[in-house]
């Protein structure tokens, strides 16, 4: 199994593309800041994290901002946060999906219980390590093709 690939950023830190993605590079920060919002909210009110960044209006929104702009990035370092954040969403909506079927069956409950908490850290470390990564303008780790 190879190691993930990280594309390097080679855009306005030398100069290159003349600044060319400072817009899809502001979207992108806007995506992240909607994503710790809907976290922020899990944390702050009775919501779990988890539920919030999955259900809550913010993340939506930056899930629907990634697909609308994801073709303006392709190829580029940035494309690498956007399938980021994009599979942090979808992933997290999997794991909604487990803990609700553990919690169906009741006897499942404490284990979907520890399902839900460790995917909300798992939210919460997914949106601190790409945010910090594009305020470093650094793309983040990919699969190898």
């Known amino acids: 199994?190879?190691?993930?690939?990280?594309?390097?950023?080679?855009?306005e830190a030398d100069?290159?593309?003349?600044?060319?993605?400072?817009?899809?590079?502001a979207w992108c920060?806007?995506?992240?800041?909607?994503?710790?919002?809907s976290a922020v909210f899990g944390i702050l009110t009775s919501a779990?994290?988890?539920?919030?960044?999955v259900f809550s209006w913010p993340s939506i929104i930056a899930v629907i901002i990634n697909y609308v702009t994801r073709d303006?990035?392709?190829?580029?370092?940035l494309a690498t946060h956007w399938r980021w954040q994009l599979r942090s969403f979808w992933f997290a909506v999997v794991w909604v999906f487990v803990?609700?079927?553990?919690?169906i069956t009741i006897i499942g409950y404490p284990l979907a219980?520890?399902?839900?908490?460790?995917?909300?850290?798992w939210v919460l470390y997914r949106v601190i390590r790409g945010w910090t990564?594009?305020?470093?303008?650094?793309?983040?780790?990919?699969?190898a093709a």
Do not use: N
């Not at 100069?15 to 817009?23: M, V």
């Not at 779990?48 to 960044?53: K, R, V």
């Not at 303006?72 to 370092?77: N, P």
């Open 29 to 37: 920060h806007v995506m992240y800041g909607l994503h710790a919002l």
């Open 48 to 53: 779990w994290i988890i539920t919030a960044f």
């Open 113 to 121: 219980w520890v399902v839900a908490v460790s995917t909300g850290l």
């Open 72 to 77: 303006k990035v392709r190829g580029t370092w």
């Open 1 to 11: 199994m190879t190691e993930p690939g990280v594309i390097p950023a080679h855009d």
């Open 133 to 143: 990564a594009l305020l470093d303008r650094r793309g983040m780790p990919v699969p």
């Open 99 to 103: 803990a609700g079927l553990l919690v």
């Open 15 to 25: 100069g290159a593309s003349g600044g060319q993605l400072d817009g899809p590079r």
